[in-house]
């Protein structure tokens, strides 16, 4: 008989809050795969709670007992259950599934992003050091001239030169930009080389064009330019390459007594969910820059340009960040 409840429920009830937050990560993303020591853990987590109830119900707590059956048969069901081929939604894959493959793999995002910044600052330094040097640098011919001669000739021109090509200047953009953002996932299969050199080599040449265009005096062009669409284009390449890193993780191992074959096997639905991240936000980007970066003062104001990149970031932070995180139909937890 349990003889000190406020003792019991003390040393106990954290494992029962564990166990909820374990089954509500099962209940509320299909695709969530667990790693081998989270399935074990799991499965003790579970028989504890098993014993535990069986101790509750020695003594007259109905609400407790109550609560801790639930939860139990919640476990009991996902343990033994056998999963069928369920309808796909894309709705709830889209704002459940997704954000919340994104924060499991945080870790991998901030790796990348922290090479993109180093590409950068190479980038950087490497102009200032050596400004003929922007024919090696710069991605793209046309970087290449005066920047204070671009932006005249860009606002002379009234965005013109995109009359009635601006679908397929977008349909480039997108496809482009997608096989770089794919390459740079698949290319984790380097054991991560390849895809640490492709974000690298991204930073460098946006390093290079922001440090040309800054010095120039043409922040405002630039950052009417690129904001738009590059507050899309560069998370999305970012989580491409976390993609990357996540399968290069894999197939290192770091240490993991798992099989190789079953590392990947657990991993590779948050590859597919980011990769597909990827490529939606791509997709974006692209119409972006062509009906709307490509456009520039005095058919589009700066500050509009500006603000609409503003306004994109907020809520593709917000929705990262956020997104998923309430379950959907979860029960009410006992207080």
């Not at 284009?233 to 290192?252: D, M, R, T, V, W």
């Not at 791509?282 to 306004?311: D, M, R, T």
């Amino acid at each position: 008989m349990i003889l000190d409840l406020e003792r019991f429920l003390a040393r106990e009830r954290p494992k029962w809050d564990e166990l909820d937050t374990a089954l509500r990560r099962y209940e509320t993303d299909r695709f969530y795969r667990p790693s081998f020591e989270e399935s074990t853990r799991f499965f003790d987590l579970y028989q504890h709670c098993t014993a535990a109830l069986g101790r509750l119900q020695e003594i007259a707590q109905p609400e407790l007992s109550q609560y801790l059956e639930d939860l139990v048969a919640r476990a009991y069901a996902q343990i033994h259950s056998v999963h069928g081929r369920s309808r796909f939604r894309p709705f709830d894959w889209l704002t459940q599934t997704l954000p919340q493959v994104f924060r499991r793999q945080w870790r991998a995002f901030v790796a990348a992003g922290l090479l993109l910044l180093f590409g950068c600052s190479t980038g950087v330094v490497l102009l200032s050091i050596d400004p003929a040097a922007k024919s090696v640098l710069m991605p793209f011919p046309h970087l290449l001239n005066d920047p204070n001669a671009r932006v005249k000739q860009e606002e002379k021109d009234k965005g013109k030169r995109l009359n009635g090509h601006q679908v397929a200047f977008s349909a480039y953009l997108m496809t482009h930009n997608i096989s770089v953002a794919f390459l740079s996932m698949a290319a984790g299969m380097t054991f991560g080389v390849g895809t640490i050199l492709m974000i690298f080599a991204n930073g460098v040449d946006l390093g290079a064009v922001c440090a040309d265009y800054i010095q120039a005096g043409q922040g405002t062009f630039l950052a009417g330019w690129l904001l738009p669409h590059g507050v899309f284009e560069i998370p999305a390449l970012l989580i491409a390459s976390q993609a990357g890193l996540l399968l290069a993780g894999a197939l290192i191992g770091w240490h993991s007594r798992v099989p190789r074959i079953d590392r990947l096997r657990l991993i590779a639905g948050d590859v597919f969910t980011l990769s597909m991240c990827a490529a939606l936000m791509l997709v974006w980007a692209g119409i972006v820059e062509s009906f709307i970066s490509q456009y520039h003062a005095p058919v589009l104001p700066y500050s509009f340009k500006i603000g609409f990149g503003f306004v994109e970031l907020a809520l593709l932070i917000w929705f990262f960040a956020r997104a998923g995180s309430k379950p959907r139909g979860s029960t009410s937890r006992l207080l």
